[in-house]
């Protein structure tokens, strides 16, 4: 047989495989990615820029003491009080590096590693969590909700964006049945809300990788949306 | 379609990915030829998000092809090629231009999909495709021409898709990287982690079976007319 690298068969059947499929439509699941994709792009940004200023601050600090000590050791063996006090001080100076070193590196690499835990625990997450039931619940319809989930969470974001996508795309009753076997989700409840509102509104509620989540979403001809809650009235402060 | 996809979306022409993918899409920036995979990918790790913009125009329909052909269900498909596009975000801050950027993309992609292929087996073994020892009469090579003219015929189409979906798992991944990616043959071996010689002969196999099913279905649209 000939090498299938240099095949013409080959190279045929590609050419009627390409001319046959087509590109899948844009939908809210890849939105929801270029989301997840931009808001990470900003969030490393800030990260390196906190982990430069604090490497500057560390070299300043470090460069500062240095000065400091050449400059006492400049005046020379007369003064031995101050030669005394440096010797003090060098211990505290010590301590004020390792404070700083511990600060800056390892205190990011500890924050993202734990991000990075917990993404991938949600994504790993294949069995419904039985533990949802005493999970803390996420109200998607709190302000900000979605958009703090997206940065602790893109897994679980993803897939909400593409639950409330399709909720609206099957019937009603076998809404619970879908997110659950899709998603892997637990404790799924699509109810009703029993309100003379227009449009009319549900209370979705099911359990992602072993955090509660629920939402009250708005039906629409054009699909379901989760509308953001109105905080509380804020008091005006006296002067 | 949400809030969020309308204000994105429109920055993204639907602009046909993987049939008008130039050759030249490797070349490293020289002006007029679209930037390279790496180089994108690089710029995306020094926190530019329309690179990441562009990288996933490229391969978005591509890689969810591969996927949707080698899973159960649009669903699941969705969820894999969701998976593998978040582990890119989550790897873009480690990631160095070590092999094409393709072969890292389908690489993550076959890894997801064999661990769902694992995890399918274990429930059922009704999964498993005898993949060695294929039927020496289905590959034997009596002649059979691949035709050439694809755009004459639908029925042609469909039915190069339907065999293409008959084949094995391992070379149905061999086939789609090769057709979807434009992969050679080393790129294959080491985006699946199989040997060079095993991918050559499930490259192989796969062109046989194909071929040997689109005679077959020849000779039956000349009988049946």
């Not at chain 1, 003064?79 to 404070?99: C, G, L, V, Y």
């Not at chain 1, 809404?175 to 989700?185: D, E, L, M, P, Q």
């Not at chain 2, 020289?30 to 530019?48: I, N």
């Not at chain 2, 003219?149 to 190069?160: G, I, M, N, Q, V």
């Amino acid at each position: 047989m000939s090498d299938p690298d240099r095949d013409p068969d080959l190279e045929r059947l590609c050419a009627g495989y390409r001319e046959t499929v087509q590109d899948p439509p844009y939908d809210a699941a890849d939105a929801a990615l270029l989301g997840v994709a931009a808001r990470q792009t900003r969030r490393l940004a800030k990260r390196r820029l906190a982990y430069y200023a604090t490497a500057a601050a560390l070299l300043a600090a470090v460069g500062l003491s240095a000065a400091v000590r050449s400059l006492i050791v400049a005046r020379g063996p007369a003064n031995i009080e101050s030669r005394t006090a440096m010797t003090r001080q060098a211990p505290a100076q010590d301590r004020f590096r390792a404070q700083i070193a511990r600060m800056s590196q390892p205190a990011l690499l500890r924050q993202s590693d734990t991000g990075f835990l917990q993404e991938t625990s949600a994504l790993s997450s294949l069995q419904p969590d039985p533990a949802c039931g005493t999970a803390p619940e996420v109200d998607l319809n709190a302000p900000g909700a979605l958009d703090d989930l997206m940065v602790t969470k893109p897994g679980d974001y993803v897939r909400i964006r593409r639950i409330i996508a399709g909720v609206t795309r099957r019937p009603d009753e076998d809404v619970a049945r879908w997110i659950g076997a899709t998603f892997h989700a637990g404790n799924v409840s699509y109810e009703p809300i029993w309100l003379t509102s227009y449009p009319p509104k549900r209370r979705l509620r099911f359990c992602l990788g072993g955090t509660g989540y629920s939402a009250v979403l708005t039906i629409t001809s054009d699909g379901a949306r989760v509308e953001m809650a109105r905080g509380p009235p804020r008091m005006r402060q006296r002067p | 379609m949400d809030a969020t996809a309308s204000c994105i979306l429109p920055e993204l022409s639907p602009v046909p990915l993987h049939p008008s993918r130039p050759a030249q899409m490797e070349d490293m920036g020289s002006p007029g030829t679209p930037e390279s995979d790496q180089k994108l990918m690089e710029r995306y790790r020094a926190g530019d998000a329309t690179a990441f913009n562009e990288l996933y125009r490229r391969f978005r329909a591509p890689l969810r092809r591969f996927v949707a052909k080698l899973s159960q269900g649009q669903e699941e498909a969705d969820e894999i090629a969701q998976e593998v596009w978040l582990a890119v975000i989550r790897g873009a801050r480690s990631y160095r231009p070590a092999a094409k950027f393709t072969t890292y993309l389908f690489s993550i992609a076959h890894r997801r999909l064999q661990d769902r292929w694992r995890s399918r087996e274990r429930r059922s073994h009704a999964f498993a495709t005898p993949e060695s020892a294929p039927d020496p009469d289905e590959i034997a090579d009596d002649g059979a021409t691949v035709p050439e003219d694809w755009a004459a015929s639908a029925e042609l189409r469909s039915a190069l898709v339907t065999a293409i979906e008959r084949l094995p798992p391992p070379q149905r991944a061999v086939f789609l990287l090769r057709a979807e990616a434009d992969m050679s043959l080393g790129e294959i071996a080491a985006a699946t982690g199989a040997g060079l010689e095993t991918t050559r002969s499930r490259m192989r196999y796969a062109v046989a079976r194909l071929r040997t099913q689109l005679a077959t279905w020849g000779r039956h649209e000349t009988r049946s007319t």
